[in-house]
């Protein structure tokens, strides 16, 4: 099946501009960045030529010396003889760029030219220098930027057949805030149940339909991109463009890979993640790379706790306290024994399901473009979930899939904190409501929540 993407509308956005630069397409391997670029260039193009690092290394040659773009397009003409380089209405894909790091190098020469529109897609590319003598030169303000994700919850209703009209209904009651009819809170709600076991990853997605919504067939695809994910751990393109892979700091990200699960799913002291888990003495300086890497490579979320309820939150960062969570829901729940998604599809879940919850809130609240911070007082045993910075001031995101207490929210809505925060929102597996001192959004609403605080963010 064919799947809708909203980074089609974005390129159209890019392509529309004048003056626009060299767009790099980056995210985690297989969120569908080829898929879209491809189809938009075909689309929106006559002429399209694509530069395939990955699987025709012998095009690393082109940019092997003089980087100006009049050398760089006599030179692909001797791989793509049967192409057309005219001038107009022609699009340059660089697929994978990250394999090619002088490509890269080029940007600036053809954002300076301005004859060609440049389209790249890079997985790994926040590790492109790594461990590298001679630094890739990225081309500072000679480049522009679009982070894809697998698919949002709206994108995974289109997936399913769900139209704009009835979408359109549904942000208009998340304005509303008001109770909904209850047959139509439970369709959502199954909805919102399947996105999470099954995540947002296109060929998740597409399997899981196509085989009229089988569980075992979206799990199937999900264990094996786990272990194609691994492959590409430690690796790097080393000073001579060859692929390499450190071995130790492979082992080490598996392991600190293996362990987020694990910590989520801890019972108590759930407020930070301890190094000491990963291994018996482990401590932050034997991690920090490995944490880097996969926080580079958009697998993993980190979620920083803040000393002071107060804006902007980004100054009241205390790094050495967060949670991790993993950057798609279906991932976390294939990391998990297959009976865990059993369980949680039949609502027969133990403590597990507040740590599945909870990283659904934070895959949530990235995907809306806001960056993950919590309150955790360890001495007083308070935790508020998640802040996010609105337009009005702090807003209180708090998950509570399980009716956990939020008695932090309590004591800093009623004025028992000198911290003045006036909105709590209660993230819940059902209905809206009001609370004495917090609205309950239920999660199938939430996405659309989180689209209304940032829209109120840029109006102005």
């Not at 697929?95 to 090619?100: F, P, R, S, V």
Request: neutral net charge; hydrophobic residues 40%.
């Amino acid at each position: 099946m064919e799947i809708r993407r909203k980074a089609y509308q974005k390129l159209a956005e890019w392509k529309n501009r004048k003056d626009h630069k060299p767009l790099i397409v980056e995210g985690l391997r297989q969120v569908g960045k080829s898929y879209i670029v491809d189809k938009f260039a075909r689309e929106n193009y006559s002429n399209v030529i694509t530069f395939d690092f990955r699987h025709r290394k012998e095009l690393t040659m082109i940019f092997s010396d003089d980087l100006d773009v009049d050398t760089i397009i006599r030179k692909a003409k001797l791989f793509f003889s049967d192409k057309n380089f005219d001038i107009e209405n022609t699009v340059l894909i660089f697929e994978e760029i990250g394999d090619c790091p002088l490509a890269r190098t080029s940007l600036k020469s053809f954002a300076l030219d301005g004859k060609y529109d440049v389209i790249a897609t890079g997985s790994l590319l926040g590790v492109i220098n790594f461990r590298r003598k001679n630094r890739v030169k990225i081309p500072t303000g000679y480049e522009e930027y679009l982070n894809m994700t697998g698919l949002d919850f709206e994108e995974f209703l289109w997936a399913n057949g769900i139209s704009e009209e009835q979408i359109a209904e549904l942000k208009k009651q998340t304005a509303e805030k008001k109770e909904i009819d209850s047959f139509v809170s439970n369709f959502y709600k199954k909805l919102m149940k399947n996105y999470l076991a099954i995540g947002g990853l296109p060929e998740v997605v597409s399997r899981f339909i196509d085989s009229n919504k089988n569980y075992i067939e979206a799990r199937n695809v999900l264990e094996r991109l786990l272990t194609d994910y691994r492959a590409d751990f430690g690796r790097f393109v080393d000073d001579n463009g060859k692929e390499e892979i450190d071995y130790r700091l492979q082992s080490q990200l598996n392991m600190i890979f293996d362990s987020i699960p694990k910590q989520l799913a801890r019972e108590n002291d759930v407020n930070k993640f301890k190094y000491s888990e990963i291994k018996k003495g482990g401590r932050a300086v034997e991690f920090k790379e490995g944490f880097e890497w996969l926080e580079k490579a958009g697998l993993v979320l980190r979620c920083f706790n803040v000393k002071a309820l107060e804006t902007p939150l980004s100054l009241n960062v205390d790094e050495t306290y967060f949670k991790a969570f993993v950057s798609d829901t279906g991932l976390l729940m294939a990391m998990y024994p297959i009976v865990t998604m059993r369980e949680f599809l039949n609502d027969n879940l133990d403590s597990r399901k507040g740590a599945i919850y909870e990283n659904l809130a934070g895959v949530l609240i990235h995907k809306a473009g806001f960056p993950l911070y919590y309150f955790a007082n360890g001495e007083k045993h308070l935790e508020i979930d998640f802040l996010i910075e609105g337009a009005d001031g702090l807003i209180l995101y708090e998950e509570k899939s399980t009716n956990g207490k939020m008695a932090a929210s309590r004591a800093v809505i009623t004025g028992q904190t000198p911290y003045k925060v006036a909105v709590c929102y209660k993230i819940i597996e059902n209905n809206f409501g009001d609370g004495a001192f917090y609205t309950s959004i239920p999660q199938f609403c939430a996405p659309f929540l989180l689209d209304e605080i940032k829209e109120k963010i840029y109006n102005f």
